[in-house]
């Protein structure tokens, strides 16, 4: 089925989303970390399989969304607009090669493999936590970096993922048309 062009765009999740992303490229391209592909994604998981053999990866997605009370608990309060805390994962994933004898990499390849993940996993917390993509935002309250859970190497891929929270306090500027 062939997605509508004509339906109303989201203006409470997918713009915070789409400003996190560009933060997070922007930090891992200034820390040289070369991936195959990275952005936005939608659903439970992330399909690794844009590595390839010996590529890299990274993405931003919603991990979860509830309905919130000021100050990020969760409540399920209905209203209108209701304040909304936010899940979001970001994550980078990349090839675990393995010796051309299929024996696993020596301990200095472990290293700088590990390394190159952490160098990673840094740059990444820098786009969340140092980038604008937050400050001064319509709609954007408390930011919480909460944790890294490392994944992998099973499947020939190594890498992990941040949970992020923020409160999502009102929708974003609307056209004077809009429904």
Known sequence: MEQPDNYTPDRRVTPHLVALAGCVGDRLDQSNIETCWGGVVSGNGVDLSEIGTDGAMWWVRLANLTVAAPGGQANGTVTCKPILLANVGVGYATCYPINEDGEALDPQQ??????????????????????????????????????????????????????????????????????
């Not at 390394?115 to 980038?131: I, N, P």
């Not at 993509?133 to 909460?146: A, D, F, I, R």
């Open 110 to 179: 472990q290293l700088k493999l590990s390394d190159l993940v952490h160098a990673a996993m840094m740059a990444m917390y820098r786009g969340m936590a140092c980038c604008t993509w937050h400050q001064g935002s319509v709609g954007v309250g408390q930011v919480t970096v909460v944790t890294w859970t490392p994944q992998g190497p099973q499947g020939g891929v190594l890498g992990g993922e941040w949970l992020l929270q923020f409160e999502i306090i009102g929708n974003r500027p609307e056209p004077d048309d809009a429904p």
